[in-house]
């Protein structure tokens, strides 16, 4: 079945980068729109970043300018660039796509998450 994996978080201190990918792997004929969402303890889960399978943007008012969003197509592959990181942005990471394994019916995936510290 279709999976998804992110990688790339980790510690790092305030002012920092860091680049988080998500492969979608299995069985997939095509995805839709890609996105990264966040979630800090007690806090809800909230959009960073989400782009189209044409490569239409949106990223969350807090963090424009900061990060982006890219993919990659053929290797069916989601990034967030994460540049001048905060402490706020401490949070676990997700992303998710919209998949069709035939591209009849879609369905909504999530992967498990990458935790993101940033110290100051």
């Known amino acids: 079945q279709v999976q998804l994996v992110e990688s790339g978080g980790g510690l790092v201190q305030a002012g920092g980068s860091l680049r988080l990918s998500c492969v979608a792997s299995?069985?997939?004929?095509?995805?839709?729109?890609m996105g990264w969402y966040r979630q800090a303890p007690w806090k809800q889960r909230e959009v960073v970043a989400t782009?189209?399978?044409?490569?239409?943007?949106t990223h969350l008012d807090r963090v424009q300018g900061r990060f982006t969003i890219t993919r990659d197509n053929a290797k069916n592959t989601v990034y967030l660039q994460m540049n001048s990181l905060k402490p706020k942005d401490t949070a676990v990471y997700y992303c998710?796509?919209?998949?069709?394994?035939?591209?009849?019916?879609?369905?909504?995936?999530w992967g498990q998450g990458t935790q993101v510290t940033v110290s100051s």
């Open positions: 998710n796509a919209e998949i069709s394994t035939s591209g009849v019916a879609w369905y909504l995936r």
């Open positions: 299995g069985r997939i004929s095509s995805i839709k729109d």
């Open positions: 782009i189209t399978s044409g490569g239409t943007t």
